[in-house]
T-cell receptor, first 114, second 114 residues
């Protein structure tokens, strides 16, 4: 019974490059949340997706950030033209359906922008 | 906007003592309150949660209390052990909203001294 999977676990990018972060939810889960954790801070909601739909992206920066959750395959958080301030841990969480309370977190991707 | 405040930011206790972490939320529509434990470099793990129709919930050495009138909820850990040392996050969520996104507190670093 695999939990939420994220890859890569660590990602180093130079300023201006693109970062792609992947999240595979738990088996049977069709809802994915992305959160960002800056160093020594709490987690901040970014976006909530169901298969093929973005439900709530109120926490996403307006520029350079995008997310998708295709019918097949993992959810992807994409950051274009990364800057040093994007360095953070990015966690995804999954839940089985809308209206379910519990969210189960993946191990996170630690992005470092040099 | 939605906000969750958490206190204290750091807490040091002797092994065997109790630890209490308190949170206050701003959105009176919130009705789901989970607590997560995060060890260094690891994923947040759900340790206990409470819903608004319940005032208190206990699971072995961990208990959570909720005061909806005051918009406070607290985590109580009794008979603390060194392995309880971690960062603890409270969160709040609103059922009936479109997303069930979690709004996190800023975290409490708990250090249990052997």
């Amino acid at each position: 019974n695999a939990g939420v999977m994220q890859n890569p676990r660590h990602l180093v990018r130079r300023r201006g490059q693109e970062a792609r972060l992947r999240c595979s939810p738990m088996k049977g889960h069709s809802h994915v949340y992305w959160y960002r954790q800056l160093p020594e801070e709490g987690l901040k909601f970014m976006v909530y997706l169901q298969k093929e739909n973005i439900i709530d992206e109120s926490g996403m920066p307006k520029e350079r950030f995008s997310a998708e959750f295709p019918k097949e395959g993992p959810s992807i958080l994409r950051i274009q033209q990364v800057v040093r301030g994007d360095s953070a841990a990015y966690f995804c969480a999954s839940s089985p359906r809308q209206g379910t309370w519990e969210q189960y977190f993946g191990p996170g991707t630690r992005l470092t922008v040099t | 906007g939605e906000n969750v405040e958490q206190h204290p930011s750091t807490l040091s206790v002797q092994e065997g003592d109790s630890a209490v972490i308190k949170c206050t939320y701003s959105d009176s529509a919130s009705n789901y309150f989970p607590w997560y434990k995060q060890e260094l470099g690891k994923r947040p793990q759900l340790i206990i949660d409470i819903r608004s129709n319940v005032g208190e919930k206990k699971d072995q050495r961990i208990a959570v209390t909720l005061n909806k009138t005051a918009k406070h909820f607290s985590l109580h850990i009794t008979e603390t052990q060194p392995e309880d040392s971690a960062v603890y996050f409270c969160a709040a969520s609103m059922d009936g909203g479109a997303t069930n996104k979690l709004i996190f507190g800023t975290g409490t670093l708990l250090a249990v001294q052997p």
